[in-house]
């Protein structure tokens, strides 16, 4: 399991306002994302829509998918085209996980959010970021990375409230402009050797499985296999036995099942929408037990089995629906993807498989009104948020070759 829950009290950590570092990174990060995750080269599309409303005096939020943990890194050419540096939300764990994590991020201008509560440090600070209006807020939207491209989890509505609320400050600044959000899909494409690429990692899981390696069958067959193999070991971890029936719905029922229980153990009784939300909500009520002084031990390891199961289901709720297809041709990076989330889920590693091409397409600014209008069934602002992201990453999915 990824360590994405700190067992020590949360401090906020914020940005460090700086010109220097900004402008001294752009010339490093790119061979960082080429080092660390495989990206060799990162393409910039309409990134001229960034710069004509800053031109204009807006305030500007950049509302990306999220599914690689590089995707923020990749802005560095769009500021470059903008001329202008960045801000960003940025989960507190990433913090913590090293001294040049916290370096690095706080210096490109992020700054912690808490996940598992109310984090008003962190929107006040988003606030003040769009009120002063001189650098763009990234907010990933979706709150937690996808790993898939082409698809988008559902949008958490915080992007909205930050966005109003800093529009209806902005509104008693005599000549400030608007509030706007851009959205923008990153979507890498694999340029490598595929079935090279994920051979090793299939028959490393086949032979935890003490599997003979399958490589006398389709690669899809295989993905398909490994996927019943693992749902069926996470429902003997949970219910003691494999289930029968159709693959995806064994899968909703899981998360199911293992979020309605903790939710009743919880006295959770309003559900949120969406897994992501729903274990959101169960990580709030379980993390403050876990970390007060006066737990004893036995009961922070039940808190602590919990939480796990919180992140095997959440995992799972991100695999999309027949992503990897039998009876079609396929798209290359959604059988990568599918295997790297194999690998993260059951080894808690992924591998770095080179070389990604990274396109950044900007879509047209959202304006944000500073009321929302209650009379509209969903929120018209995420739900253009949500329509514009969905094409772009359609369209850019069109361009990657099948097999």
Known sequence: MQNVVIEEPYKFIPPIYSKIWPELLRYYIPHWIKKTYGIHSVETRDGEKLKASLAAGNSVILAPNHCRLSDPLTFVQLSRIAKCDLHAMASWHLFMESRLSRFMLRRVGAFSVYREGVDRQAINTAVDILVDGKRPLVIFAEGAISRHNDELMPLMDGTAFIARTAAKRREKIPGAGGVVIHPVAIRYFYQGDLEAAVNPVLEEIEGHFSWFPQNDKP???????????????????????????????????????????????????????????????????????????????????????????????????????????????????????????????????????????????????????SRRDREAAVDPVMEELRVQLGGMLKKLSDESPRM
């Open 219 to 369: 690669l899809v067959q295989r993905i398909r296999q490994i996927g019943q193999a693992l749902l069926s070991l996470k429902e003997i971890e949970y219910f003691g036995a494999a289930r029968t029936g159709d693959f995806y719905e064994r899968v909703d029922n899981l998360i199911e099942d293992v979020l309605t229980k903790l939710e009743a153990r919880w006295n959770i009784k309003e559900r949120a929408e969406g897994v992501v939300a729903r274990v959101k909500n169960l990580r709030v009520a379980i993390i403050p037990p876990l970390l007060a002084k006066e737990t004893n031990e036995t009961d922070r390891q039940e808190y602590r089995k919990q939480l796990a199961a919180c992140y095997y289901v959440q995992q799972m709720s991100h695999y999309p629906r027949n992503y990897v297809r039998l009876s079609q041709r396929n798209i290359r990076e959604h059988i990568l993807e599918t295997v790297e989330r194999f690998e993260e889920d059951f080894t808690d590693e992924i591998r770095v498989h080179r070389p990604l091409h990274a396109v950044v397409q900007v879509g047209d600014p959202i304006p944000v009104a």
